[in-house]
């Protein structure tokens, strides 16, 4: 069974900083891509950021030089680094990945920028 448990949100003043965790149990994650995405109140959930197997990455405009996704095959952890935080950056943070034709999200953490 594959599980992916994200953590590392909390509340944080505008222009702060967090790292978020992917861990990712019952699979190896080196051969897989990963996404963070976000869902605000009210909003539609987006994509955020994204990493391949490679270790390419791609961000959402609104994020870009500000955020940075990446991986820990060793660990079989992905982060992303959240800098200059903003209050629209308010959301539940969530991973993803697809793996043998399953797509796999975790829970979600909360993220939560004060102005």
């Known amino acids: 069974q594959v599980l992916l448990v994200e953590s590392g949100g909390g509340l944080v003043q505008a222009g702060g900083s967090l790292r978020l965790s992917c861990v990712v149990s019952?699979?190896?994650?080196?051969?897989?891509?990963f996404d963070w995405s976000r869902q605000g109140p009210g909003k539609q959930r987006e994509l955020v950021a994204r990493i391949d197997n490679s270790g390419n990455t791609n961000y959402a405009d609104s994020v870009k030089g500000r955020f940075t996704i990446s991986r820990d095959n060793g660990k079989n952890t992905v982060y992303l680094q959240m800098n200059n935080l903003k209050p629209e950056d308010t959301a539940v943070y969530y991973c993803r990945t697809d793996i043998d034709a399953n797509t796999y999200w975790g829970q979600g953490t909360q993220v939560t920028v004060s102005s």
């Open positions: 019952g699979s190896t994650i080196r051969f897989n891509a």
